[in-house]
């Protein structure tokens, strides 16, 4: 395979900057190679206008990222990451719903405060006033972005079966 399609594949697909000798050793090429893929990869997305950029963040590691100017617009159609704490708080409300703040915070601990503000600015999550508490339901970005039903019975049964690995 191709050392250039390699290394640019290699930082395509990182979530977070990757140093020349990690894209090296994946193209099979001497770190002094990669390094000039990568220049070249640099240039060539910089002659063509491109909204792709390849930055070097330090002196050994590089990212790939949209331009700082399209980063806004990028981001409307981008998938967030969810982080581990998020998604256990997160499971809690869509097995659960409708389920009150007050109950997720009694099994995920006062982090789920933080937690539910976050989702919610995600659009994972709704809430509306119940009592001296909120009560808590899962949105349609939420069913999208995981591939499940929008339909709230079918979608606990679809995580039930995705928690206990059977189909």
């Known amino acids: 395979m191709e050392a250039k399609r ?21 193209a099979g090429v001497e770190r002094e190679e990669a390094l000039r893929i990568i220049r070249k ?52 409300i869509a097995l659960r719903q409708p389920v009150t703040q007050a109950e997720v915070v009694r099994m995920r601990g006062t982090s789920a405060y933080a937690h539910i503000k976050e989702l919610v600015r995600m659009g994972f999550v709704d809430t509306a006033p119940a009592g001296r508490t909120r009560m808590l339901t899962t949105t349609p970005k939420f069913a999208d972005y995981f591939g499940l039903s929008r339909n709230l019975e079918e979608q606990k049964k679809q995580i039930a079966r995705m928690l206990t690995g059977s189909r």
């Open 41 to 92: 990869l640099r240039e060539e997305y910089s002659a063509r206008g491109s909204a792709i950029q390849i930055v070097q963040v330090d002196e050994e590691r590089y990212v790939m990222q949209v331009m700082p100017e399209l980063a806004e617009l990028a981001g409307e159609v981008a998938k967030p990451e969810v982080g581990r704490d998020l998604l256990k708080t997160l499971a809690v």
């Open 6 to 26: 390699v290394i640019e594949a290699g930082l395509f697909l990182s979530s977070e900057p990757v140093s020349a000798g990690r894209l090296a050793e994946l």
